[in-house]
């Protein structure tokens, strides 16, 4: 089993910043790539940014591209991301995911482990 913990959520003003963090533990040797998902009140959850399990890749949602950067450690034991330029509409609980396979994926679907989620509130 694999879990997984993230941090770094909070209230924040329009235009400013948060990071935040995955803790993964457990059979870590296990997991490839990862990603986060947002999910706002009454709408599905979201893909935001994904890495592959080496790092080189990443993809990131057309909404969040230029202002989130997703990364994770050398050790490959948490992941990151780095949240600039927040908006409004960016308020919603992200979580962490984790595949099996190496290849990165924008898929809810592909993911099988998942973390509690982190609020993120951005104010006007």
């Known amino acids: 089993q694999v879990q997984l913990v993230e941090s770094g959520g909070g209230l924040v003003q329009a235009g400013g910043s948060l990071r935040l963090s995955c803790a993964t533990s457990?059979?870590?040797?296990?997991?490839?790539?990862m990603g986060w998902f947002r999910q706002a009140p009454g709408k599905e959850r979201e893909f935001v940014a994904a890495i592959s399990w080496s790092g080189g890749k990443t993809y990131d949602s057309e909404t969040v591209k230029g202002r989130f950067t997703i990364f994770r450690d050398g050790a490959k034991k948490t992941l990151y991301l780095r949240m600039n330029s927040l908006k409004p509409e960016d308020t919603a609980v992200y979580f962490c995911?984790?595949?099996?396979?190496?290849?990165?994926?924008?898929?809810?679907?592909?993911?099988?482990?998942w973390g509690q989620g982190t609020q993120v509130t951005v104010s006007s």
């Open positions: 457990g059979r870590t040797d296990s997991t490839g790539a």
């Open positions: 995911a984790a595949r099996l396979q190496t290849l990165a994926s924008a898929r809810a679907d592909d993911y099988r482990y």
